[in-house]
């Protein structure tokens, strides 16, 4: 029992140092991406090709001192970016591992409550700072992601009644002859455009919009608190690309194939936020409730429908 506890925490940690080194070179990625998209060098003076940036980012970042408002909430302002963080690596535990390190039976549903649960923790931060800026930018972002994640748990629960479970190997095993892109193509498209607003990303960066709210709900964070939140932010990046894969991409998790898509997915996000301008508040919920929302309710109808007709 001890070696098989010990064996978990191990892989536990291999885990989560694997996506944290892949969170500091997908922030180099995007610096080099937006650079190129923008006709400029990205980072290019540290070490070779500017490879160890990440390195240094966070060496400069995590030494620097830790300033907090007079009048914020000292206890909660400084626990909600840990907590942030937290959330955004125990998702990994979803991760259909072939090994069976963990039995996730029921990942799409811990999916869809972490996710929930790291809504307050943006909340928090903008409340906890005192500030009218960050209190402003943190209402923003939590009205948006509550609402993208109702079309988010709406399109994942067509694909539950389609495979019949919860655990994301299913999910695998489904796609081996066709992948679920070709026949769910307005869901995948819609699934990209809510994993975008879901993780304050460009073109839906309302939580962060800095031409009126001054950085959003983290204005008054610096060094190490300003990290973990963009080290979260990146995290659930890498996660969502990785959902996708799995999801609407075939997700045979262990060909070297689904990896080169995972970083594709990524690039994608990088390149949505070169290109693409910031949405408008209203035309944001907007789409979200008007747009999103009947498209998965008609697919999970149409679903569900499907599946009471192969049952007859």
Request: charged share 10%.
């Amino acid at each position: 029992m001890w070696s098989e506890v010990m064996l978990s925490v191990v892989s536990m940690l291999l885990l989560i140092i694997c996506v944290l080194i892949g969170m500091a070179f997908l922030t180099l990625l995007e610096r080099k991406v937006l650079g190129y998209i923008q006709i400029r060098k990205g980072p290019n003076k540290v070490g070779i090709m500017g490879l160890p940036q990440p390195l240094a980012d966070a060496m400069k970042l995590f030494t620097k001192e830790n300033t907090s408002p007079t009048l914020s909430n000292y206890l909660l302002y400084y626990i909600s970016p840990i907590m942030s963080l937290f959330l955004s690596l125990i998702l990994w535990v979803v991760y259909p591992f072939l090994t069976l390190l963990f039995s996730f039976n029921l990942g799409v549903l811990f999916f869809l409550c972490c996710t929930s649960v790291g809504v307050y923790t943006v909340m928090v931060a903008g409340w906890s700072s005192n500030s009218n800026y960050s209190l402003l930018g943190g209402l923003r972002a939590v009205a948006q992601t509550i609402s993208y994640e109702v079309s988010l748990a709406l399109i994942l629960l067509s694909f539950v009644f389609l495979v019949e479970g919860y655990c994301l190997m299913d999910f695998i095993s489904f796609q081996v002859n066709i992948w679920f892109c070709f026949i769910t193509l307005p869901l995948m498209l819609a699934w990209f455009a809510s994993c975008l607003a879901e993780t304050n990303r460009t073109p839906f960066d309302f939580a962060e919009g800095e031409s009126e709210l001054v950085s959003g709900f983290n204005v008054e964070y610096s060094g190490g608190g300003f990290a973990l939140i963009f080290m979260a932010e990146y995290t659930s990046i890498m996660f969502m690309s990785m959902l996708f894969c799995l999801i609407f991409l075939g997700g045979n998790v262990m060909s070297f194939e689904f990896f080169i898509k995972l970083v594709f997915i990524a690039f994608i996000y990088i390149w949505v936020r070169g290109t693409l301008p910031r949405f408008r508040y209203d035309k944001l919920m907007y789409l979200a409730w008007k747009g999103f929302l009947p498209v998965a309710l008609n697919f999970l109808v149409f679903f569900l429908g499907f599946k009471v007709l192969i049952m007859i």
